[in-house]
């Protein structure tokens, strides 16, 4: 009887049919292929993982980022979402094996302005009985306009910057547009929001707030949504003209209902505290200093507020040095996204803002070769904009505003929606928005960075489906894959379109996840399907050396590649555990359930059918130099039609010291399915031979 060996064609293939796909594997779960000189490659089962941190996170993981500081202690950074409906987010770091909280914390309100400007001074008192235990190491984001003393105090301020601190007020310091200290024109107490007088079918608006500073076609933001005569005002809103320095004219978005006037929201001042924690210095408080500045007599210690953890959807990390970057995104409260900065080798507990940058963003990466952060749909006015780039200094993210002696700066993408997502590939910082990717080069001054659009209709489709690996960068868009080298962009070739891009859940989209294995030259998506209730459960894998795929059913919602902790490190959205991967042959010390399940082999053309009656096994039963112990299940479906339901034979238990088995089934298509479920084994396939023959006519 003839011999003939199962040479499989590398990659899975979904898209052919299961007769069109001979010698192709049709279905794979948890497996990867290796390069092979004969066959191009061969499959095995996937790499392992275990527990990186013994406990749960407190909710879903939607972002990680390793770094080590100049200490050399190595850190795993994390940020979850919101637990439940009311809860909070978590920003962690877990170093040697413990856990630290760090996220940062804040408190608003809504209160009469109270304010008090001394004439030449660029130091304000504002008093805010609400939230007392205000201190040094807080920011306060102003988010309605407060005229006092010739003044226009607005956006974000350090609190206490000239050492003045009471028990229900504290200092900041007005800056001008350069970010210079900007001096009261006069003593005063009086303070002011912005007056709406709208009128009946007019679209002209009226504002009324006192040395408001602003010019024709200067931009008015309305951060907190108010509502007069019947219209709401909220965004930009463009200076049409200026009647005298206490009033402006502006356009509704909608025409007025009546005639009447309304302060910007309802002439309350709305303050958003952020806290950090460290000593309060002596002689602060009620009593210490000189009158009308700091109090009278000896003072008592301001015992310091703590405020709430904020709420977060999902997070951009990244590392300064030492020094941890978070920004924070959160869909129900969009209007104060900041930047935070924690620094692993100082006393403060938690991540505080830098009040510098801006206030709203959707994402931050660090550039290189010069070390700026670049923030993606950021501000200049507090209001969001979705196409806005924006940067720090060199080496200086305390310097936003740019000047001749600095290299900060911005850039609004002129095409596209928004900003989609955005990473510092090898050569080039790359945006994508929802059409095209766009490269951000650094040139140096004048202009620092060049902006080129080098792909259209290859938009990204969420903001974290995009990575760089081996020089290279490979990204999800809405209904493709491609890849950017340097022959430029280039739609990605994907086998198993029809399992991803037919079960993709489109309303959680943003939870896709993209994660390198760079060891293995791996470039994986994890993402939702229609029945996953709305989390990511399945992936589709890439290798970008042998340009083959597949694709299985684990979620992960969170992934750092190879780096100073060591293997690639994912977060699990089930179980909400983080785990370190390639560091066992098990699914955390449970079984791994490998396999996968070829297309039919045409065993014979037209109407005759063939006898297979024995099978030698040839593969790899485990690790080099280690337990040849796995047990692999193989597994035939036999069928004389495409469409038939196949008649099953097996599974068959083989081991290394298995010779062969008799299967003994006849028909004239086949496929093959292969798998483990035992604990502590690794296997490869190799060159499994069969003895066949020709059995009849169909």
């Known amino acids: 009887m003839p011999h003939a060996s199962l040479k499989l064609r590398p990659g899975v293939d979904q898209n052919e049919t299961p007769a069109l796909n001979e010698a192709g594997i049709s279905v794979s779960e948890l497996v990867r292929f290796i390069p092979d000189r004969q066959q191009g490659a061969l499959v095995q089962k996937l790499g392992g993982w275990t527990k990186y941190y013994p406990n749960t996170t407190p909710a879903i993981t939607r972002a990680l980022w390793a ?6 202690n190595k850190h795993l950074a994390y940020g979850t979402e919101e637990v439940g409906v009311t809860g909070s987010a978590q920003l962690g770091v877990i170093t040697n094996g413990v856990a630290d909280d760090i996220t940062p914390r804040s408190t608003s309100d809504n209160v009469t302005a109270a304010a008090s400007s001394t004439s030449g001074s660029s130091f304000v008192i504002i008093t805010d009985a609400t939230t007392t235990g205000i201190t040094q190491y807080n920011t306060v984001y102003i988010a309605t306009q407060i005229s006092v003393g010739g003044l226009i105090l607005f956006g974000l301020y350090q609190c206490d910057p000239d050492g003045y601190l009471g028990a229900t007020s504290y200092s900041v310091q007005a800056l001008d547009s350069l970010g210079s200290p900007l001096p009261a024109t006069s003593t005063s107490t009086t303070t002011t929001l912005p007056l709406f007088s ?31 005569g019947g219209t709401t005002f909220y965004g930009d809103f463009v200076v049409e003209s200026v009647i005298s320095s206490s009033q402006f004219t502006i356009n509704a978005l909608t025409l007025p209902t009546s005639t009447t006037t309304g302060y910007l929201n309802g002439n309350q001042a709305h303050f958003i505290y952020n806290f950090g924690v460290g000593a309060i210095s002596s002689g602060t408080g009620y009593g210490v200093g000189t009158y009308g500045s700091g109090g009278y007599g000896t003072g008592t210690a301001v015992a310091p507020s703590t405020g709430t953890a904020i709420n977060a959807d999902d997070w951009s990390l990244d590392n300064w040095g030492e020094i941890l970057l978070a920004c ?29 940058a801006p206030p709203v963003n959707s994402g931050i990466f660090v550039a290189m070769p010069q070390r700026q952060i670049i923030a993606f749909g950021s501000t200049f006015t507090g209001i969001q904009d979705p196409l806005l780039v924006r940067w720090c200094d060199v080496s ?19 095409k596209g929606s928004r900003i989609v997502g955005a990473i510092q590939a090898a050569q080039q910082a790359l945006l994508w928005t929802d059409i095209g990717v766009w490269s951000m080069q650094y040139i140096g001054q004048p202009y620092v960075y060049s902006f080129n659009e080098v792909g259209s209709g290859c938009g990204l489709i969420a903001k974290k489906a995009a990575a760089s690996i081996n020089g290279a960068v490979y990204w999800m868009g809405p209904s493709q894959f491609f890849s950017m080298t340097g ?23 943003e939870k896709i ?56 490190v994912g977060a699990d959205p089930t179980s909400r555990y983080i785990y370190q991967h390639e560091t066992s042959q098990n699914a955390d010390g449970q079984p791994m359930l490998s396999s996968f399940q070829t297309g039919y082999f045409a065993m014979a053309e037209a109407d005759v059918k063939m006898f297979v009656d024995q099978v030698w096994p040839d593969m790899k039963w485990g690790y080099y130099d280690g337990s040849q112990n796995a047990t692999v299940n193989l597994t035939f479906y036999v069928a004389d039609y495409a469409g038939q339901t196949p008649t099953t034979y097996g599974p068959y238990p083989l081991t290394q010291g298995t010779t062969f088995i008799s299967p003994r089934f006849r028909g004239r298509l086949v496929s093959i399915g292969l ?24």
């Open 328 to 356: 924070p995104t959160y869909e129900q409260s969009p209007q104060f996204q900041p930047i935070y900065e924690w620094d692993p080798t100082d006393s403060n507990p938690q991540a505080t803002v830098i009040p510098q």
């Open 675 to 698: 798998g483990s479920s035992d604990i502590d084994s690794f296997w490869r396939i190799g060159n499994i031979r069969y003895r066949v023959q020709p059995d009849g006519k169909f």
């Open 396 to 414: 200086n993210y305390n310097d936003w505003i740019a000047t001749v002696i600095n290299q900060a700066g911005s850039y609004r993408i002129p």
């Open 67 to 72: 770094w080590q500081d100049t200490l050399a």
């Open 513 to 568: 996840r993209v994660g390198v294995n760079s060891r293995f030259g791996e470039i994986t998506w994890y993402y939702p399907t229609m029945s996953s209730g709305g989390e990511v459960n399945a992936y589709a894998k890439y290798n970008v050396f042998l340009q083959v795929w597949d694709f299985g059913s684990l979620g992960r919602s969170a992934w750092v590649d190879q780096s100073v902790i060591g293997p690639p």
């Open 198 to 228: 709208v009128v009946s079918g007019a679209a002209s608006v009226t504002v009324t707030l006192a040395n408001h500073g602003y010019l024709p076609g200067s931009t008015f933001p309305v951060l907190m949504s108010t509502t007069v």
């Open 487 to 509: 022959q430029g962009v280039q739609p990605v070739s994907c086998p198993i379109w029809d399992v991803i891009f037919q079960d993709l859940d489109q309303t959680n989209l």
